[in-house]
């Protein structure tokens, strides 16, 4: 079992920055990859980043890629979500998941077994 619990989400400004952070615990190690997603009011829950513990690859969606960045924090089995010039169409509930992987990254929400509860981000314009 792998226990995901998500923080630092708020109410920023348009332009704004903040960093998510993605605390975990269990078994969670360098088999695992991290993902981040989103759900906004009335929409589906979608991709925005994820990566292996074990590797420096990175995948992002395309309408974050050049503004989020995700590192880790290995001695802290922590995953941050560094959200930089925000727009107002980023607000949405972000959650943090985990699932084993041999060698690709996956980015659909199927293929992740484990879920934080979700952090607030809302973005005023």
């Known amino acids: 079992q792998v226990q995901l619990v998500e923080s630092g989400g708020g109410l920023v400004q348009a332009g704004g920055s903040l960093r998510l952070s993605c605390a975990a615990s269990?078994?969670?190690?360098?088999?695992?990859?991290i993902g981040w997603f989103r759900q906004a009011p009335g929409k589906e829950r979608e991709f925005v980043a994820a990566r292996r513990w074990s590797a420096d690859r990175t995948i992002y969606a395309d309408s974050v890629k050049g503004r989020f960045t995700v590192d880790m924090d290995n001695a802290e089995n922590t995953v941050y979500l560094h959200m930089n010039s925000l727009k107002p169409e980023d607000t949405a509930l972000y959650y943090c998941a985990a699932t084993r992987v041999l060698w690709s990254i996956p980015t659909t929400r199927d293929d992740y077994d484990y879920w934080g509860q979700g952090t607030q981000v809302t973005i005023s314009s």
């Open positions: 269990g078994r969670a190690d360098n088999k695992y990859a």
